[in-house]
C-alpha cells in the first residue's frame, strides 16, 4: 500500500473494519469529513455506463451495503446530470470513464496508478460536477482495481466478505463519512493471481449444493452460475481474483452455460485444476470425449476436444492450464516420455495462436510426478508460468532457483489447506497451521514465485480463516507478521467487534496450533501416550481450556454473532476437542482392558458418548439458522483404517472386561507411569512385579504418577504407604466395582526439604482390601536431588533429557556471535517455531548466518547421547541447495547437517509419511556429552528451516507424539 501527498504519516493507521486498510470511513463527523449517507439521504453511486460491467455491478452491492447499514439503500447513477445532492461516491476505471479520466488529471495523479495491475485511489475530491462540492472518487487503473476500491468501501462500513458464506450480521449506523482528509493508493497486489481451488467437494459442499440448488438432469449437483456467484462475489470482497471450479462431477462451462460469462462479468478469472488442460472440465471428456485420454493413442479426438476448451473460453478471462495428465489425479500412461508432453504443450500452444490468443495467461502445473518431468528436463515455452505445487501438506516441493528465474512468465503455486490422498484425507474441519501459511507464502515470495497463488481449500467451508489469512498476505504479503494474533484480531475486530476481538484472536491462534499438531484423520488411539509424560491427559486438558474459554466468549458475543462465532470458532473446537477426547479415552481403553480395570468399562461407554456427540455437533452445525449450511458438516472423519475416507463411521475398538466375575487377583492392581501395561498378567496371582516410577530430581519436568485400579466385582479400599518426604494426592480411598471412580490417579511428589540423603529409592506400598482379604503392591520410586552448581544457566537435564522450545524463549533469537549480526533476523513463529528472514533463504553459510547459542546443564553421563532437532517438514525448495544446519556443543568444529535427503529428482524424500503426519522432522546427531555446563550451537542455513525444538537425550527420552515436553530452565 502506497499513499502520497501530505498524508504519508497518516497512512498506515489500521482501520476497525478494513482488514490491513488505511481508513477512509468514519461514523463520525469530523472537520473536513464528507458525510456519504444517512438513514434518510441515501448515498449516490456515479459510475458511467461505459464502465465494466462487473464495476457497475460491485457499484450496486455497494449501494445494497449502504442499505445494510443505515437502511436506505444507496443509488447507482450513470449520468452526472442526475446527482442532485451531496453525498456522493465518484467510480471509474482509468480509460472506461471519462469523468474519472478527467478527475484524475485534474488532480494530477493518473499516473499514480495508470498501466499498475488491480491499483486504485480513494480520494476526496472538490467540486467534480456543477452542484457537487465534493465526493469520494474511487479511481482504479483496471477493471478489478476499481472492484476491489467499490468492495474496500463495503468492508469498511461494516459489511465482512463474509457476510453471506459465514453471516456475519452488518453493525448498524446513522450516519456514514469520510475521514477528513484521504488519500490512498492500493496495490499492486503482491501476488498477481490469487485464489482457490474447491475441490473434494463431495459431500459437504455437494450435499450443500442440492439442498439449495437442486440436482441437475445429469445427476450432479446445479453447481450453477446463481452458486458460483456467491463464491465470485466472497473472492472479489477478499481482494482475490482466481477461481478453480469443483471438478469431480462438475463442468463448470457446461453444468451452466452462464457461469463462465458469469465469471467475467464479475471480475474472476477461471482457471482448472492441474490435471484439466485447456479450460475443460475431465468430467466433459468422461461424458462427451471419444475413446481413451490418451494423447497418444487418441491425439485426433483429444487435440479438437482442447480446441474446443480455448475457443469457448476466449471471450472471457482465463488461466489456462497447459500440458496434460491422466484422468482426475493420475499421471499419463507410464510410456509416455517427455517428448510427448513437449509435443502435447506445442499442440496447446499452436491452438492458443490460430485462435488469435496468443498471449493468454497459461500456467504449467508442476504437481506430483510433472515436476519430475521438469527435473528430468523438460521445458515448456517461456511465457508460460511454471506452477510449482506442496506436497499436498502445505511443504511447498520446489521454488525458483536461479536457473529457472528470469523466464517471462514467472512461477507461482499450488498450495493445500484440504486433500485427499496419502497418507491419509484431510477433509473434515480446519486444521491449517496460519504460522506455516505465512512462513510458506513468504518463502515463494522471496524467490519470486509471484504470479499465481491458488489454494485448495476443498469445500471452502469451515476455512473461513486460513482462507481470509491467506488472501490477506496474498495481496500485501509485507502488511503482517509471522505470529498470527495481529491479523486475527483485525479479522476477529471486523466480525465480531471490539470487545471479544483479542480473546477470540487467541482462542484462534491457540485452536490452530493445536489442530495443527496432527491433522484429526491421523489420530488415532495409541497417537498421544498414556504412558509417557503425561501426554494424553495434557493433550486433554489443553484441548478443554481452549473449550471453556471459546464456550465464555461464545456466551458474550452478540446474539446477531453468534452463529458467525459457532462456525468459524467455537463448532471446529468442541468437534477437535471432543474428537481427540474420543481417540485418548479409547486408547486408554484398550490399555486398560489389557490391565483388567473394571474402569475400562466406564471408558468404553463414555467413548460411545463421544462418538453420539461428535453426531450432535455436526447436526447442530448443519442445522444452524434453520438449515442454511445444511449437509455442509456431512464429512465422515472417525474409521480411517487407510488414506481414504471411512464410508460410514464408526468408533475407534472398544473393550469391556467382564465385571460379573472378578479379575485374576480380584482385588486392586497399579499402573506406575512409564510402564506400559501392569507388567507380566499375574495368573501367579501375584502382583508384585517391580514398578519402578522414573526418577524424580528437583528439575523433573512433572510429578510422578500411580493409578489404583479395581479388578474386583466387589467394592475395594485401598491404602497407600510411604516414607514422610513423599508427598502424596490421595492416601486412601474406595474404589466401586463400576463407574468413573473404580479408578483413581494419585499424583507422587518428593518433599526435597525432607529428604536426609541425596539420593535413594523409596518404596510405596498400595494395600488393597475387599471382603476382608488384602492385596499389597509395592512401586519403587528412584529419587536424585543433586542441585546444579550456583552459576548454572539455561535448560536442567532431568528424567534424562533436556528439551527445549526456541520460541518460547527470545531473548535467545537474537543473532551472536556472528560478524554480520544485522543480517540474516530470526522470526520467532510463535507457538510454531523459529525462522529466518525470508530473504535468508538458500544464501547463508557457517560464516554469515546467526547462532542460536543455548546453554545447558546435565548430570548424566551417557556414552550415547544425541542431540535431536526437530524442524517443521519443510522440503528443500532448491535441489541445487538442500536446506541444512549446523549444531556443535562447546568449542566443537559446527556439524553441518541435510536435514530433508531427497530421493530420485521429483519424488518426495524418504520418510516424508512420517514428516507431515507428525508435522515435523527429526534430525538426530550422535554427540558425546559430558556431566556439566555447556552450550548448544545450532546455526539455520536456509530460512525454508523451521527449528521447532530440539531434544539432547541421556538415555531417558521416550517415544511419544509431541516428544518430551520443555525442560526447566534457569535464568
Ligand atoms: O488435491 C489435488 O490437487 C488433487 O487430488 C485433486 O485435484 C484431484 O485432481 C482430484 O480432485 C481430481 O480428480
Known sequence: MRTFGILLLLARTISVLGLGQTPVIAFEPSSGSLRLADSSTPVQILVEESDWKGVIRTANDLAHDFGRVTGLNGTVLHSNATTKSPGVIIAGTIGKSALVDRLLFTLNTTTAIRGQWETYLTTIVQSPLPGIPSALLIAGSDKRGTIFGLYSISEQIGVSPWHFWADVPTKRHSAIYTVPRTNTINGPPSIKYRGIFLNDEAPALS???????????????AMNADFYATIFELLLRLRANLLYPAMWDGQFAVDDKRSQARADEYGIVMGTSHTEPMARSTKEWNVRGAGAWNWKSNRARVEPFLKEGAERAKPYETLFTIGMRGSHDTPM???VETSVLEEIVA????????????????????YKEVQGYYEAGMRVPDDVVLLWADDNWGNIRRLPNAKDNNRTGGAGVYYHFDYVGDPRNYKWINTVILQK?????????AKNARDIWVVNVGDLKPLEIPINHVLDMAYDINRWEADPVPWLTAWADREFGTDEAKDIARIAARFSVLAGQRKFELVEPDTWSVSHYDEADRVMAS????????????????ESAKATYFQTIHHPIVAGENFHKTMILAGKNRLHALQGRNYANWLADEVR???????????????????KWSHMMDQTHFGYSSWQQPMRQYTPPLHYVQTLE???NGNIRVMAEGSPAVGPMPDDGANNDPKILPQLSPYSQSRRWIEVFSTAIADVSYEIKAEPFVKLSERSGELPVNGEGSSVKVFVDIDWSKLSKTSGNTTITIIGTVDGKNDTTTVHLPYNSAQAPSGTKGAIEADGYISYEPWKLPELLQAKDVEEAASPRYLGISEYGVTLAPSAISTLTEKSAPILSIPFFSFTTYSNSSITVYFAPSLNTDPDNPMAYTVAVDGQTPKRVQIVKDGVKGDLPAGWDKAVTMERWESKNMIPIQPGQHTLKLQLLDAGLVLKKIVVDFGGVKSTGLGPPESKWIA
Open 333 to 335: 500412461s507410464a510410456d
Open 543 to 558: 484441548w478443554k481450556e481452549l473449550v471453556d474459554e471459546s464456550s465464555e466468549v461464545y456466551k458474550s458475543v452478540q
Open 207 to 221: 450435499g450443500w449444493v442440492r439442498a439449495k440448488y437442486g440436482t441437475l438432469p445429469n445427476g450432479a449437483a
Open 347 to 366: 499442440s496447446e500452444r499452436a491452438i492458443l495462436k490460430d485462435l488469435n490468443m496468443t498471449g493468454v495467461p497459461q500456467s504449467w502445473c508442476l
Open 609 to 627: 458418548k463421544a462418538f453420539g456427540r461428535d453426531h450432535i455437533l455436526s447436526k447442530q452445525y448443519n442445522e444452524l439458522l434453520n438449515g
Open 662 to 664: 472378578p479379575g485374576l
Open 437 to 445: 501459511t505465512w512462513h510458506q507464502i513468504h518463502l515463494a515470495h
